[in-house]
C-alpha cells in the first residue's frame, strides 16, 4: 500500500515561488510514476504535473514554464517547484502515485494560497 504526505504548502504573493514536496512510503517508489493534482475551491480536482519512473516529464498547459516537477529515488520524494505563482495557482495541491489518474489513497493535501 503506497501512502503519501504533501508538505511545503504556504501563503505567497504573486509572482513569487513556492517548492511543495510529496513523501512516498514503500520500497517501490523508484518504479512508480508519480502525479500532482490540484483542487481549487468550488472546481474539481485536476492534473497539475507528471514524472515517469525514467524521469521524463509533462505539464499542463496553465504551468508550462513556470513550474517543475521532480523527484529523489534515494528519499522517496517528489517535488513541484512553483515560480511566477499567480492568484490562479491558488489551491489545495495532492500528490498520487502511478500514471493519472493513480492509485491508492489520497493524501491530506498542502494548501497553496497566491495573494494578489
Known amino acids: 500500500q503506497v501512502q503519501v504526505v504533501e508538505s511545503g504548502g504556504g501563503l505567497v504573493q504573486a509572482g513569487g515561488s513556492l517548492r511543495i514536496s510529496c513523501a512516498v512510503s514503500?520500497?517501490?517508489?523508484?518504479?512508480?510514476?508519480m502525479g500532482w493534482y490540484r483542487q481549487a475551491p468550488g472546481k474539481q480536482r485536476d492534473l497539475v504535473a507528471v514524472?515517469?519512473?525514467?524521469?521524463?516529464?509533462r505539464y499542463v498547459d496553465s504551468v508550462k514554464g513556470r513550474f517543475t516537477i521532480s523527484r529523489d529515488n534515494a528519499k522517496n520524494t517528489m517535488y513541484l517547484q512553483m515560480g511566477s505563482l499567480k492568484p490562479e495557482d491558488t489551491a489545495v495541491y495532492y500528490c498520487?502515485?502511478?500514471?493519472?489518474?493513480?492509485?491508492?489513497?489520497w493524501g491530506q493535501g498542502t494548501q497553496v494560497t497566491v495573494s494578489s
Open positions: 498520487r502515485a502511478g500514471a493519472p489518474p493513480g492509485f491508492g489513497s
Open positions: 514503500g520500497s517501490i517508489f523508484s518504479s512508480l510514476a
Open positions: 514524472i515517469s519512473s525514467a524521469g521524463s516529464t
